[in-house]
């Protein structure tokens, strides 16, 4: 059991190194209206709401750890697989709003949908090169309690984290489908320079607030 523990445990430790890869890397995380993905540790335990793998963002939620002295190690307590599921939620359509009319550009998913026995889940957003991967989960029905069939409709707005990116034409998936497009115009950054041994970096302090 310890050794179960204990590995399961490094698992969910290495993926939670790997967000910190993704997050300096080519795939970048993105803030969302939902929920909080930030680790939290308080009285000795660690609450770590998402975890990344490679084939899906937020392939684990809401893991809690706690240290144990005897031991010497982290054992953990939970974790919640978040699967992709195609129908629960359903996604019915997506609205894009590309905010150009001042500087830096903001883009905007209004995602409209519903979904049926349990309560509405994390969005987790990442990013590979022009591909935004969006997942949005829905919290199982906890054992025990009845699942209704009854059909709970939503609307979530989804900001992505477009700073800093290049012009070009953008992709997003949610839910592993339920995809689309949008462009940059121009290159959505401004006025960042120094500190770093990158030789191409340019300030640039005037800032160009129109269109």
């Given at each position: 059991?310890?050794?179960?523990?204990?590995?399961a445990?490094?698992?969910?430790?290495?993926?939670?190194?790997?967000?910190?890869?993704?997050?300096?890397?080519?795939?970048?995380?993105?803030?969302n209206?939902?929920?909080?993905?930030?680790?939290?540790?308080?009285?000795?335990v660690?609450?770590?709401?998402?975890?990344?793998?490679?084939?899906?963002?937020g392939?684990?939620?809401?893991?809690?750890?706690?240290?144990?002295?005897?031991?010497?190690?982290?054992?953990?307590?939970?974790?919640?697989?978040?699967?992709?599921?195609?129908?629960?939620?359903?996604?019915?359509s997506?609205?894009?709003?590309?905010?150009?009319?001042?500087?830096?550009?903001?883009?905007f998913?209004?995602?409209?949908?519903d979904?049926?026995?349990?309560?509405?889940?994390?969005?987790?957003?990442?990013r590979?090169?022009?591909?935004f991967?969006?997942?949005?989960?829905?919290?199982?029905?906890p054992?025990?309690?009845?699942?209704?069939?009854?059909?709970?409709?939503?609307?979530?707005?989804?900001?992505?984290?477009?700073?800093?990116?290049?012009?070009?034409?953008?992709?997003?998936?949610?839910?592993?489908?339920?995809?689309?497009?949008?462009t940059?115009?121009?290159?959505?950054?401004?006025?960042?320079c120094?500190?770093?041994?990158?030789?191409?970096?340019?300030?640039?302090?005037?800032?160009?607030?129109?269109?």
């Open positions: 059991m310890i050794k179960m523990r204990f590995l445990t490094a698992m969910i430790l290495c993926n939670c190194a790997a967000i910190t890869i993704v997050n300096n890397g080519v795939a970048a995380d993105s803030t209206f939902s929920n909080n993905n930030a680790p939290s540790y308080e009285n000795g660690l609450t770590i709401p998402r975890v990344d793998t490679p084939d899906q963002v392939n684990y939620q809401d893991a809690v750890l706690r240290f144990d002295p005897k031991l010497s190690t982290w054992v953990l307590q939970q974790v919640i697989p978040a699967k992709f599921n195609s129908s629960n939620p359903r996604i019915k997506v609205n894009v709003f590309v905010i150009n009319d001042s500087f830096p550009t903001q883009v998913l209004q995602v409209i949908g979904f049926t026995c349990g309560e509405f889940g994390q969005i987790n957003i990442g590979k090169e022009n591909l991967d969006i997942q949005i989960s829905v919290t199982p029905t054992p025990g309690q009845a699942c209704t069939t009854d059909i709970t409709e939503f609307v979530r707005v989804i900001q992505l984290d477009v700073y800093r990116l290049s012009a070009g034409d953008y992709q997003y998936s949610i839910n592993g489908g339920n995809q689309g497009t949008f940059l115009t121009k290159d959505n950054k401004f006025g960042e120094g500190g770093t041994s990158n030789t191409e970096e340019i300030c640039e302090t005037e800032v160009t607030t129109g269109s």
